[in-house]
């Protein structure tokens, strides 16, 4: 088996792999990510953005709907979560 | 005061554990000169029961405990891990198994996986079967192990492959590495061994040389770009190569518990070490009261009680003054700075140690094994 880096792309479609939980953490009231050895605790608006990551839309679908609710220039928006989809992407926490 | 029953969970919850080590038994079938349990192994008889730990992950769920490593000893040898793995399912915390994989069959693992487990850490002494088996005291264990990680990728679950490193594999750093690539791990540590109980004494034995160890950091900084996005390596250095030391636990009783076979709360694994403290038992107290009052828990919380050089370091809330078993280890007493850290007057006597004994030639192994003693009762 050889596996590749997944390299985020407009047209990627990502999704958490089976492993990594997001879920509320109830008694701090905050999100977490839970993935081996690993609790991230992802912001609001990045909590909003791997609601959306279901394998079947696209990182420019997810900018498009993030750009409209946040009233937000999508070229700003879609380079955010590009690299912070990147980042999941480089830890093993994001596949396509 | 919090006390069990009180609904305050906010309060609660700011200062509540995140990681809970279960280590459900000391025995093992394999016997590694460094293995991390105390030297004085409990016994199969006073383990906790299947009923003591279920309601030890109730407790730890409400308690804020989010992630649990199911560990031992060999943590497959209780018969009733399922059961075990389910409480903590059902409290829903995330479970790492940590395994010498050489007990599992591959139905056992395929039941685990659908009770859910999450994740699987399993240990890899060498790559060079005859020198793992040979470090492990157990033979046929390699095979066996590159057989269940296979099973692991098979059931789609994430693999840690732990290769702790010492004089015997730090040569092969490079080999390991795409060892665990090939088994398809998405990640790798490879955490020198600290020279604590077992290790301590086979110090002489196990502990590389300073430029061997540089060499692997450098090693690990080229693996990591390399494989970014497919592998993660988490690299820890021996402290007595260190110039700061690590910041144990994130702080003692800060966000991590260890509970041993026997049902005693441990700040950290090896805190049993350290003479003169006290620790409570889940079978007499409610987790919850044993986190925020026990004195053994208190004894090292924050950073108030530390000394100098600690008390006016500007990284005394980054490392909280390093590890209080070594510090009790050199120092005599556990509230001193790590001698890890080279502002600790003990530094340069630790620096020399490792450097005389990692050029000393390597001795027998004195393997890990329960003593012929029966240990007392409490």
Known sequence: MTKTRLIVETDTTPALPRFVKLRHDKGRDRWIML???????????AVEV???CDGEK??????????????????????DIKA?????ADKGFLIS | ?????????????????????????HRCPLQCPYCSNPMELERS??????EDWARVFKEAGELGILQTHLSGGEPTVRKDLEEILKAAVDAGIYTNLITAGVLLSRERLEGLVDIGLDHVQLSVQHVDAKLADKIAGFKGGYSKKVELAKWVKELGLPLTVNSPMHRHNVEYLEEIIEFAVKLGAERLEVAHIQYYGWAFENRHTLIPTKEQVYRNADTVDEARERLKGIMSI??????????????????WGSSFMTISPTGKVLPCHA???????????????????IWLHSSSFNKYRGTDYLPDPCKSCEFREIDFGGCRCQAFMFTGDAKNTDPACSKSSFHKDLLEIAERESKLEPKEFLYRKFTKQPQPTK
């Open chain 2, 1 to 25: 005061m919090i006390e069990a029953g009180d609904n305050n969970s906010a309060d609660l919850c700011a200062v509540a554990p995140m990681g809970l080590l279960a280590e459900l038994t």
């Open chain 2, 271 to 289: 805190a049993a070490s350290i003479k003169g403290l006290e620790f409570e038992n889940v079978k007499d107290r409610h987790l919850r009261d």
């Open chain 1, 84 to 88: 912070m989809l990147q980042d999941l």
């Open chain 2, 234 to 251: 988490d690299f820890v250095v021996p402290d007595y190569y260190a110039v700061r030391p690590k910041p144990c636990m994130g702080g």
């Open chain 1, 50 to 52: 791997l609601n959306l």
């Open chain 2, 45 to 50: 008889s006073g383990e906790l029961s299947t």
């Open chain 1, 58 to 79: 696209s990182v420019g679908e997810i900018s498009n709907h993030m750009a409209e609710i946040y009233n937000a220039p999508i070229d700003v928006i879609e380079k």
């Open chain 1, 35 to 45: 993935a081996p050895e690993r609790i991230l605790t992802p912001d609001p608006i």
